[in-house]
């Protein structure tokens, strides 16, 4: 088992865990990620292109012209995809790009993901972040504390409220719940942070 110091607030450490190996030494692998990331980007998209087909542009119900005799090709209506302002051939249509990947290969993207983090050096494991109250200026002398630069994810317990909205309005700071987590938010930062309680739950979930 490889071992994480754990830090207070402040920056400094306070004490030592232990991480499991299957969750955050195993060797990553790339193409599980890949899959998954895909996943996610492609479940984002709004996928609410739309062309018009000859069928659906206003217009073009009259023959513009006799059939024979004029010397000119044969044309039906102004609407026909070779006219401009005519119909579109193969155009997008509203659709979902979604597909489904299998929770088995979700869950080693997301021990790959944790594991090349953890061989980087770039996750960060905080004792506790308590708020009274939401401040964003406190939890900026956190990050300051932590010398923490860059895009930053943040995963905390789903409880705590205080701690999501003291963090979510900071630049570059993205704030999860736990149950949240995902392969893309853990890879797409340069330092992964987890509070002791999250870490714990991760580990759970993984294992």
Known sequence: ???????????????????????????????????VVRAQRAARRAGTHNTLTRGQVRGGGKKPWRQKGTGR??????????????????????????FKVP??????????????????GEMVVVDNLSFEKP?????????K????????TLVIGDEDVNTYLSFRNIPEVRVLGVSEANTYDFIDNKALVFTSAALSRIEEVLA
Do not use: C
């Open 73 to 98: 090709a044969r044309q039906g209506t102004i609407r026909a995809p070779q006219w401009a302002g005519g119909g579109t051939v193969f155009g997008p249509h509203p659709r979902s790009y979604a």
């Open 103 to 120: 929770s088995k290969v979700v869950k080693l993207a997301m021990r790959s993901a944790l594991s090349s983090k953890v061989a980087d």
């Open 1 to 35: 088992m490889a071992k994480i110091e754990v830090k207070d607030a402040s920056g400094k450490k306070v004490s030592d865990t232990e991480l499991s190996a299957s969750v955050f030494g195993i060797e990553p692998n790339v193409h599980a990620m890949h899959e």
């Open 145 to 152: 504390a932590l010398e923490l630069n860059g895009r930053v």
């Open 135 to 143: 401040s964003t200026k406190e939890a900026a002398g956190i990050l």
